[in-house]
């Protein structure tokens, strides 16, 4: 009986060391195959290879290592946090907030906290009555939430000259959330500039108001739930 197929196919006349010969001989076939089989599922590393770095802001802030350590503070004349805003169909406004705050900068890492002061939004117009229901609960709710906050947690290496990608946290009416968005950001005598164009879901912070997303049937008098922001931002070190 040969145990590989099933079948009587053995000759009992075959002399013993032919037989043993033969088992050999598959045994030895059958882990030559095994061990190919593992070659090929296992990775192959070189010594070449290089670590993986993980994407932390201080690794890849390529110009703190030109600053010396130190804060940087707001300038606020030289600094705008513009917004706009619009409906589906219809009309559309835009205005500046303020923004004070300042950056910690060591050789390994920069951290920093901005402080928008949501009293004072200004609109382009002057429409005091839009500004005034701006300020009510049915958007920012300013008398009970006064200054929003963005909180830098991280600032990631990009391609392109002075091009990086900021990581912060946006606290608006007591909400946090992370938002990832580019900027641009030079540095000459002591100043930083940094440049950068993002959006916000404002529905992500509880400002809800005419939204479409969450009220279809009003349909195109709906208001967008983007909030547009352009930020100059200027820092001069301490």
Do not use: C
Request: charged share 20%; proline share 3%.
């Amino acid at each position: 009986y040969d145990p590989l197929d099933g079948s009587e196919n053995i000759d009992i006349n075959m002399p013993t060391g032919k037989i043993f010969g033969f088992v050999v001989l598959v045994a030895i076939v059958i882990i030559a195959i095994s061990l190919n089989n593992r070659a090929q599922q296992t990775p192959t590393v070189s010594d070449n290879t290089p670590p993986i770095q993980s994407a932390t802001g201080s690794a890849n802030l390529s110009f703190v290592s030109q600053l010396g350590d130190g804060t940087y503070v707001v300038d606020e004349e030289n600094t705008t946090l513009g917004w706009s805003a619009e409906r589906i169909v219809g009309s559309n406004h835009s205005g500046t907030v303020p923004v004070q705050g300042s950056v910690e900068i060591t050789s390994e890492e920069a951290t920093g906290v901005f402080t928008i002061d949501m009293t004072q939004i200004s609109e382009a117009t002057s429409n005091t009555r839009f500004l005034g229901h701006l300020a009510s609960a049915d958007f920012f709710d300013v008398e009970t939430y006064s200054t929003a906050i963005l909180s830098l947690t991280d600032i990631l290496g990009a391609e392109g000259d002075n091009a990086y990608t900021v990581m912060a946290d946006l606290t608006i009416k007591d909400i946090s959330n992370s938002i990832t968005f580019p900027v641009e950001i030079t540095e000459a005598d002591n100043q930083i500039t940094a440049v950068a164009d993002f959006e916000i879901d404002r529905t992500m912070w509880d400002i809800n108001f005419d939204s479409g997303s969450i009220f279809q049937e009003i349909g195109d008098k709906a208001i967008k739930d983007e909030i547009q922001f352009n930020l100059q931002l200027s820092l001069v070190k301490e």
